[in-house]
């Protein structure tokens, strides 16, 4: 399928004027993860907001279906983040990307003393070097006003539960964030660091393990209940277009880490 035009996109803004509310109207998006859950809200709301996205994911019936709901504003390609071949294919045909998100990641967390080394650097392998293959490959597409915004999560500036390596995967996301943003300058880098969400992640887990969690994470959180997608995706819209944010986390976890 072919991917989308890269018609320029909007000017910054005049020195002392605020941006205007059309700052993601004719911009290249690329969600990977974007065919479900929080990566597809942020494709809705972005092109709804005017942008044009390209989806990337590893499954292409998934994929299809998520551009076929999108719209013309849509186009995917399959694209397997732990090969860093896979991801320099995936933006081979781009000519210019102005905001990436990703949030595709596979792996296993729990107890150091029970994990396998293998397990336990699962998030390692596929959330914080996925990643890292991301921002690299689309490092010399992006336009000097774009951004890159990173996926780590509430757990780790707070773990839940023992899990070491995911809790140490995170907070090494948000390092990876700052260093990137050194590096990328002037184009923005930053991360949103959700908490519990009530959504695509949680839904094809056992019905009591998902409500042992959800109860417990509305007892530890200051506004006592779940996040939506939508609210972690107005976050990530959030991160594209402030033209000066970059090299922060943002937690829309509800208090989770006050607590």
Request: net charge negative.
């Amino acid at each position: 399928m072919p991917l989308p035009s890269t018609t320029p996109g909007a000017a910054p803004p005049p020195p002392g004027e605020p941006p205007r509310g059309d700052e993601l109207r004719g911009r290249v998006v690329v969600l990977i993860g974007g065919a479900s859950g929080i990566g597809l809200r942020v494709a809705h709301q972005a092109v709804a907001a005017g942008a044009r996205v390209v989806l990337g994911g590893r499954t292409p019936d998934k994929l299809a279906a998520a551009a076929d709901a999108l719209g013309d504003a849509a186009d995917w390609h399959p694209v397997e983040v732990t090969d860093p071949g896979s991801v320099a294919a995936f933006f081979g045909p781009l000519d210019r990307v102005d905001h990436v998100f990703t949030t595709a990641a596979d792996y296993r967390v729990g107890p150091m003393r029970e994990l396998s080394d293998e397990d336990a650097a699962s998030p390692f392998t596929s959330k914080f070097w996925g990643q890292y293959h991301v921002a690299k490959h689309a490092a010399p597409l992006l336009s000097q006003d774009g951004s890159v915004v990173l996926m780590s999560g509430a757990a780790g500036a707070r773990p839940p539960a023992p899990a070491p390596a995911y809790a140490a995967c995170n907070a090494a996301i948000e390092g990876l964030a700052r260093g990137l943003a050194v590096e990328l300058a002037p184009v923005r880098v930053n991360v949103v660091s959700p908490g519990t969400v009530d959504g695509n992640l949680w839904a094809g887990r056992p019905a009591q393990d998902r409500e042992a969690a959800f109860a417990q994470y509305r007892r530890d959180t200051l506004l006592h209940r779940l996040g939506t997608e939508d609210e972690i995706a107005h976050a990530v819209l959030f991160l594209f277009t402030n033209r000066y944010m970059t090299g922060s986390t943002l937690y829309p976890d509800g208090g989770y880490t006050l607590r």
